[in-house]
């Protein structure tokens, strides 16, 4: 096994911890030379979009916050004012968006990014037989270093199709490990979540990754993973009590599979008192109508991740019923039995799925509906709704821009219905994070895919076979 070596943060996070500065506060010293340096403190002024998606039913029409015609002012680090004809304080950089949209970035409440390394595996099985074919052999066998390549290239593809906030659900895995995971994450650039089980009998590590790996980072924040069972139920009561020692949102896999049922999964979460609005549920497919107002009563938050839940042949999350409920419901991918970063691919099977199940073209989720799950709804699920979700002034600078005058989009008719159901990621063509430009012109700032890919390559060599 690696030796645990501290972690060696780039130039970038060891200044914005010690200043209190945001991870853009220094650009990268890897990447192409054509990257140039963007500072936090610099003013960009997105001009001339031919629409707004604010999220924001205060600042725009209807309950997607629209505005024709207008500009986004991105000032450190924040969004600073949307409207129509804004001026550019001096100094700014004016990018003009003509004929392009603007909305918030995607917030993706759940997944797994080093089952990238799995990709397409175990394509024939359920989820009982996934994780023991293709999850739990692979998981041990990856290093620090493999680790690294395999968290770098999903996050990228997570960063490159538009998703600014992530959840990660991170399984028990070594502290020299953990180092590397996050590290993976701060030089991808996304804000993230990182949901961290713990090895039973070595719970402290969640703290020692938190204080020493994540609270430096102003684009990190923590959760705790737990599978909620019976069997389990001393050491997921220690793990909620560590929660609320840290102040953390429980994060848990709940009713996947129909078998679920038997780990008395909600009576056990009910029991140790996790059932509010600190816990956070993935899945929640096999629940009861009581379980259901529970939910809603509660304000327990629940993470959907439709395209997972087809591949594994799990079932479809009861989505009207817990909406009816006010259950505060978010979109996830779920890692490696996603098999994709397509957040568009995701609302169009969440809208879809209830659809056919319903017969009914008005069910929950509404195409606007959907788009609210991908951005501010999925904020909200986790806590982070003040931060982002939105295009709300005083809210992060996450934004993303889109081209509709592609092949896949055009022509014009019912723009909101075609970010769903026509979008895809190379619609994307810039991301900003915190303000910061990750992705322009299509094309991710300061990172070699190639590289990326071959590193990913490499380590998977490593890796046993799977079917």
């Not at 972690?7 to 945001?22: E, K, P, Q, Y």
């Not at 207008?70 to 950089?93: C, I, N, Q, S, Y």
């Amino acid at each position: 096994m690696t030796s645990q070596k501290p972690l060696r943060l780039n130039r970038r996070s060891l200044l914005a911890g010690a200043g209190g500065l945001s991870l853009a506060a220094v650009s990268k010293s890897t990447g192409p030379a054509s990257a140039a340096p963007d500072r936090r403190g610099r003013t960009t002024l997105l001009k001339n979009a031919a629409l707004v998606l604010t999220m924001d039913p205060r600042i725009g029409d209807g309950e997607l916050g629209l505005l024709e015609g207008a500009d986004v002012l991105l000032r450190h680090g924040t969004v600073a004012a949307v409207g129509k004809h804004l001026e550019a304080p001096r100094g700014a950089r004016v990018r003009d968006v003509s004929g392009r949209f603007v909305m918030p970035g995607f917030v993706d409440i759940h997944n797994h990014l080093w089952q990238s390394s799995i990709r397409g595996g175990c394509s024939d099985q359920d989820v009982a037989g996934w994780l023991k074919t293709c999850n739990r052999p692979t998981l041990p066998k990856i290093d620090p270093s493999d680790m690294y390549a395999f968290v770098h290239l999903a996050a990228l593809d997570a960063l490159q199709a538009g998703v600014t906030t992530l959840v990660d659900w991170v399984h028990a895995i070594p502290y020299a490990t953990s180092e590397r995971y996050v590290q993976a994450l701060d030089d991808a650039g996304l804000r993230f979540v990182y949901a961290m089980a713990a090895f039973e009998g070595a719970e402290e590590q969640v703290r020692t990754v938190k204080e020493r790996l994540l609270d430096p980072l102003p684009l990190a924040s923590a959760q705790i993973a737990v599978h909620a069972r019976r069997a389990g139920i001393a050491s997921l009561r220690a793990s909620w009590k560590q929660a609320k020692d840290l102040g953390l949102m429980l994060n848990s896999h709940v009713l996947e599979h129909r078998t679920d049922r038997d780990d008395e999964q909600i009576q056990t979460l009910r029991e140790i008192g996790a059932l509010g609005p600190d816990l956070l549920m993935n899945h929640a497919i096999h629940l009861t109508r009581e379980e259901i107002a529970l939910l809603g009563d509660r304000d327990v938050r629940v993470a959907h991740c439709p395209l997972s839940n087809m591949r594994l042949a799990s079932g479809i999350m009861p989505l009207p019923k817990l909406h009816k409920a006010g259950v505060k419901a978010g979109l996830g991918h779920d890692g490696g039995t996603n098999d994709t970063s397509d957040m568009f691919a995701l609302m169009k099977a969440a809208v879809g799925l209830q659809r056919a199940l319903h017969e009914d073209p008005g069910i929950h989720p509404t195409l606007p509906a959907v788009l609210r799950m991908a951005t501010t709804g999925g904020a909200e699920a986790i806590g982070m709704a003040d931060q982002v979700g939105s295009l709300t002034p005083g809210k992060r600078a996450d934004v993303l821009v889109l081209d509709p005058g592609t092949l896949n989009f055009a022509p014009r008719f019912d723009w909101t219905s075609q970010i769903v159901l026509n979008g895809q990621p190379p619609n994307i063509t810039d991301v900003y994070v915190d303000g910061r430009p990750r992705k322009t012109d299509g094309a991710l700032v300061g990172v070699n895919p190639d590289k990326v890919v071959h590193a990913a390559e490499e380590a998977a060599a490593h890796l046993p076979a799977t079917s």
